[in-house]
């Protein structure tokens, strides 16, 4: 309680004398001794020595940084935050020869015995927001614990993950996934395929940057999904260890430790995981090509998966205390027995059986992804100044060995024809280098400007080969599904940002610039496709603070979607010869322009926060189906324009010491103009999707979570998504002295997680579902080495987060 009245005093103080613009203040940085993060929402008041009387105050923002303004005079400054010993430096003096008193950096060490208390209640906030993204600290959701990252990312607010891995972001696709901020080899060439093997138990938060500013990769038009992963600096040897078992088969191990030493920080995190994951889903089509008529049921059965590892290690060498290099190694391989068999029923017009055809597909799959880095961080005795390198290489290479068998049952002859025998490879390969640099430079008193150049080269190459036996016995080529496919990408890019506080407002203007060189070439045919250009992407970040309990943001921010490597391959899946995806080495960008204005308020540990958006995107890309002789062709186009205007809401309320609440929705209104093969596949859809999770603590003892997600339907070019709802479920308990934590977890109670369509083109419509996974039950084990759960971040405001840009709940 103390503490709260000392922030309060602060923060009135703090007001009144920012009113006046008095020119005599005290700066410096708060931040932890032991592992040498800045602390937010810390109090720092000046104490008049005088009397003992609190003249003013302020609260550290996300950076740990304070500037209180005074009066001349001698004073004490004193340093309160939960859960850290106080801290008192005295012998402060403002005067009219020195006005400005800057401390320095100042370490706070855990206080033991308040922690031993506040170690069991305290959590860190769910959700934090910055000037330019929000952060989600997944450890906390219980539902996520023994899943992958695919799982994860499927519960963070306004992102969605379909049935084939693809994620959206706000309703679009078109979104970047980046790790610890870069691309990586542990998402390798197949983003899904990545996501399906990397494990939750690694992944330390996710942001979600839904209007990057310009020191970002432009990629992405809908926005950026970063996901960091877990790597401690404290001081001896310290880690976790996780090992989980589940049904459907699930099983995995996995482990987190650093050894901190002087001028040395090693690192290694490892997850070994096997599963096998049974999906499935049936559709009725209905074909109706001139004046015929004709019906296909189809029913699918897939069961993937198998083992996989995922190995990260590397260290951190303090060559001093302003000069730190970073070595990092990942590699990642995925040995992987998937089968899927697909049962086709046709019928004539009048709904009379004629053809039963099973389609049995072995496909053995292999996965070797490696990545090497180096990073350079030189800092300045002027604070905030600082100079990064970073050097990347990625060598992804994915192999694809596919056995099919096919038989026909004639109803009318009652007999079944010879099997058909066909089998596919396809072999994939990519090599990277990102070489990057990054500089801040501090101006004024608030102020700064970054800058940075950086430099990405890809290549990547496809070799799918379909063949079929034939009568004689002999494996034939079919020229028409096989081919030789090469992708070569170069982007330069450099940007300049500026940022600056003036009393309540905060801003950050820039301008990032990117030249572009792709190429495609197919070798069959010698096609080659060249896509050269040069785009400038400018954004803006304005956050002005209307009370200590309100705040107010926009942003805005052009962004480009580079059409991805399998959106451009010709081919690379034969396992349903009736239903074929195809890409398009002739696609073009999309560009999108992004507007958004949001407010956070706060009310005691309450928090809500609500932001409207607009979209516009030209050059917009859409699968586009087709049919020829009975077979369905889903083709990438640009096929137009795209408007999405939406209201995002996130509410959050810590009603006692044993339940708390969050929620978010999003509703958005979609306007597309498309047109593609002569017919005009505009639409217009109204939708939206909300989450609402609720945590209680059980005789302060158990945690038990339900988190409910509901998706409504809505309109898309040549057709309709249906809704679906889903329940999950997580409990769990400390234990072996709160070094141990048990976790149960259930998603999808109710196995709902079905995503259902329609699809309506001038002479077919389908009606279909697919499930990618059905209802899961896990059991894992946490154990914490030299740790303690994470403390606290608590501002006063129930767990939420903002101070400027930051806001949070």
Known sequence: MKYLLLSVVCLLAFETLAQSQSSYKVTGQIIDAQSGEPLEFVTAALIAQQDSSIVSGAVTDFEGRFEILAKPGRFTLRINYVSYAQRDIEGIQLSAEQMTKDIGTIGMEPDTEILEEVIVQGEKSTMTMTLDKRVFNVGKDLTNAGRSAADLLDNIPSVTVDVEGNVSLRGSDNVRILVDGKPSGLIGINTADGLRQLQSNMIERVEVVTNPSARYDAEGSAGIINIILKKEKR????????????????YGFSFNLNYRKKWTNLFASYGLDYRRVPWGGDAFQTFFPGDTLYYTDLNRDYERGGLSNNLRFGSDFYLNDKNTITVAAIYRISDEDNENQILYQ???GDRNLLFVTDRFDNELEIDENAEYSVNYTRTFKKKGQKLTADIQYRDNNEEEKSTIVESTYDVSEDATGPDLNQRSS???????????ADYQQPIWSEGKIELGVRNSIRRIGNDYLVEELNDMGDWINLEGFSNDFNYDEDIYASYFMFANKSNKLSYQMGLRMEITDIQTELEQTGEINEKDYTDFFPSVHVTYTLSDSRSL???YSRRIQRPYFRSLNPFSSFSDARNIRTGNPDLDPTYSDSYELGVMQNWGKASFYYAVYYRHATGVVWRVTTVEDGVTFSTPQNIGTRDDIGL????SNEFNEWFRMNGTANFFHSDNEAFANGEDLSTTATTFFTRVMSQMKIKKEWDFQTALSYRAPQEVPQGRRKSYFVVDLGLSRDIL??????TLSVRDLFNTRKWRYETNTPVYTADGDFRRSPRSIIFSFNYRLNQRKQRPRKSGRGGGSFDGGDMGF
């Open 235 to 250: 001081e001896g040897v310290n880690g976790t260890f996780n090992g989980i078992v589940g049904h459907p088969q699930n």
């Open 346 to 348: 046709d019928y004539d």
């Open 426 to 436: 396809n072999e994939e390969f990519e090599r990277g280098w990102l070489i990057q």
């Open 553 to 555: 943001q926009g942003s």
């Open 648 to 651: 995002e809401v996130t509410y």
């Open 737 to 742: 002295s709160d070094n141990g934590t048990i």
